[in-house]
């Protein structure tokens, strides 16, 4: 299975042209894009808001994870403040890998973003998200903050950017795209006793917990009349014959 790291901003200080920090902002469109990245197979990490760009590069290279997204908003310095449109693509200049990670996810974003001639794939060293990783790594700009039509489309398009990474984060690894089954509720309906949840979807998997008639889960996926359930903490598959989707 392989692995990303996802390091959205922890600039909380950053602030975007509304007042908001760019921090707020990136972890939404991360937030977005993990119901795609399970439903693709792909197994991720994630910063913590507390952590420095050093912190999250060691703990990524603790993880052995297979790559490393850094995840940000831009601002234009002085005299261009709030003129300035585009996104860009950092990659440390030494790493192919990096490079054609760069090129998938320009070629996709140029799919959503308004003004596709101004994303740019730049080589960069100076980085820490990119020289301290052992990884291929990119950071990404998605649009300037600082620009009032850019953080409108940026701050309106939170759920298709989300896809968007994740789609190219499937095609550099060569994994199929999927889809996430859309979420529903479901309630247990069981004669008498328990009703297991294991760890996968078969009969001869560990019991992780268990449910009561009655109980409401969010039911996450289906596979092999098996629904995917979340109730609470406990997140594993039960009987789909048991439940009933509301």
Do not use: C
């Not at 080589?123 to 291929?136: C, D, G, S, V």
């Amino acid at each position: 299975m392989p692995s990303v790291y996802l390091s959205p901003s922890t600039q909380e200080y950053n602030r975007t042209i509304v007042g908001n920090s760019e921090e707020y902002y990136m972890n939404l469109i991360t937030d977005a894009m993990l119901p795609y990245l399970q439903a693709s197979g792909i197994r991720y990490g994630r910063n913590d808001p507390s952590m420095t760009a050093l912190e999250a590069a060691r703990q990524a290279n603790a993880g052995d994870y297979d790559f490393f997204l850094s995840i940000h908003s831009n601002a234009a310095p002085e005299p261009n403040s709030g003129t300035v449109r585009g996104a860009e693509i950092y990659y440390y200049p030494e790493s192919e890998e990096g490079r054609r990670a760069a090129t998938i996810f320009a070629n996709n974003y140029e799919q959503i973003y308004p003004l596709p001639e101004n994303i740019k794939i730049i080589p960069l060293a100076t980085l820490i998200e990119l020289n301290k990783t052992r990884m291929p790594a990119i950071l990404f700009e998605l649009a300037y903050h600082d620009n009032l039509r850019d953080f409108l489309w940026l701050s309106s398009n939170i759920a298709e950017i989300g896809r968007n990474l994740a789609l190219s984060l499937a095609d550099y690894f060569g994994v199929d795209f999927v889809e996430p089954f859309p979420f529903a509720r479901g309630v247990v309906e069981i004669s008498g006793g328990r009703l297991n949840v294991r760890s996968a979807p078969s009969i001869n998997s560990e019991i992780i917990g268990y449910l009561n008639n009655g109980d409401l889960v969010e039911i996450m996926g289906l596979e092999n009349n098996w629904y995917e359930i979340r109730k609470g903490n406990l997140n594993g598959f039960a009987n789909a014959e048991f439940i009933r989707e509301l």
